[in-house]
């Protein structure tokens, strides 16, 4: 009896949510799509496209058994930001077992990028492979002639074997790597997985203005980001890559630009549990980064209100309108993964995140 009960609000629930129309951005409540239900698309990345944005993230089902990649990729589309369509699966997860995303995989944070030499749209993910644990390490990479998919799976592998780091001009001495005589843990890492390609774990993608496109991502066990420079058809690794705040664990990284100055967002490695954000900036791509502390103001400030950061999204339009957007993870019932986004306040040039209960786009200027 209760459960029918149960099973009927829901059902009004959800008819109440397809008939009105989201108007605000309300922080770790659920956000119903144009059908109703809860967005499905976790650790997500952004992608503005013929005047549309699309929402591609990890399609999460209920118990444990969603922290593992039972679906695929699944893919929203808005034009205003608040109200999302839903559009289906992306990318596919594999029944065949032997496939590096089979079903059951583990495979995490997508992000997809346009590629307007070759027309393609080219998706790159965390990937651990069936039954393995977190011990493959991979960045997986799809592509597509359509935004929404669907998208054919390439390849899989660590990036950059047998490379070292780029220096230039700005490198110090402790950024160096020698392999004859690792200084530390994360140059111990690094070392041990040269021959092999690096560890690639935690991860987003960013499209410079000049079409440059660069893989950042948790490597050397989490203990280091590396920013790796991608191919022409943005589908492999050119070799060129930099160790960012070596040592000291960094994972979830969302990297955007502004008046020509790079920012990066960040997370400690927690596990599922939340931690202080952290942000560095950079006058070039190459370095140096600057650690800058936490980025968060407020109550709840110290562990990101509870989330994790998993893309900044500029709003087309608006000057100066960045949206840092977080995951409020529930390992326990991946389904229920809530979604956050604040927007970024400048101080110059220095970032500062506030919590709002609510707000809207027009707290940034036009």
Not at 86 to 115: F, H, M, Q
Not at 125 to 143: D, N
Not at 340 to 366: A, N, Q, Y
Request: aromatic share 16%; proline share 4%.
């Amino acid at each position: 009896m209760y459960r029918k009960i149960f099973i009927l609000l829901m059902g009004v629930m959800q008819l109440t949510w397809v008939a009105a129309q989201v108007k605000m951005f309300t922080p770790g409540k659920l956000w119903p799509d144009n059908n109703g239900v809860h967005i499905n698309a976790h650790g997500g990345g952004f992608l503005y496209f013929n005047e549309t944005y699309y929402w591609f993230g990890e399609h999460k089902i209920e118990g444990k058994k969603g922290n593992s990649a039972q679906v695929g990729v699944h893919c929203y589309s808005s034009k205003d930001l608040y109200n999302w369509k839903d559009e289906g699966i992306a990318l596919a997860v594999s029944n065949d077992s032997t496939s590096d995303i089979a079903k059951g995989c583990i495979l995490e944070r997508p992000k997809v990028v346009y590629n307007k030499k070759t027309g393609k749209f080219v998706m790159w993910f965390h990937l651990e492979l069936l039954g393995k644990g977190y011990s493959a390490a991979r960045a997986g990479v799809a592509v597509s002639d359509h935004v929404t998919g669907p998208y054919t799976f390439l390849k899989s592998y660590r990036p950059n074997a047998g490379k070292m780091p780029y220096y230039n001009d700005v490198t110090t001495s402790s950024d160096k790597v020698n392999c004859d005589h690792p200084a530390n843990k994360s140059d111990h890492f690094f070392c041990r997985d040269l021959p092999g390609g690096q560890m690639a774990r935690d991860m987003t993608v960013f499209v410079d203005d000049d079409g440059k496109a660069y893989h950042i991502f948790s490597s050397e066990e989490n203990f280091t980001l590396q920013l790796a420079e991608l191919t022409d058809d943005y589908t492999g690794h050119t070799g060129k890559f930099i160790r960012i705040y070596i040592g000291h664990q960094t994972e979830a990284p969302a990297l955007f630009k502004r008046n020509g100055k790079y920012y990066l967002i960040g997370s400690g490695c927690t596990g599922w549990a939340p931690n202080t954000a952290r942000w560095f900036t950079a006058d070039s791509i190459w370095g140096q980064w600057i650690y800058k502390g936490n980025p968060c103001i407020g109550p709840g400030a110290d562990t990101t209100f509870g989330g994790q950061s998993t893309y900044v999204l500029p709003v087309a339009g608006k000057k100066d309108a960045y949206i840092f957007i977080a995951d409020r993870w529930m390992p326990n019932n991946a389904i229920d993964g809530r979604y956050f986004w604040l927007p970024i306040e400048f101080k110059d040039d220095e970032v500062e995140i506030r919590w709002k209960d609510s707000w809207k786009l027009d707290v940034f200027k036009k």
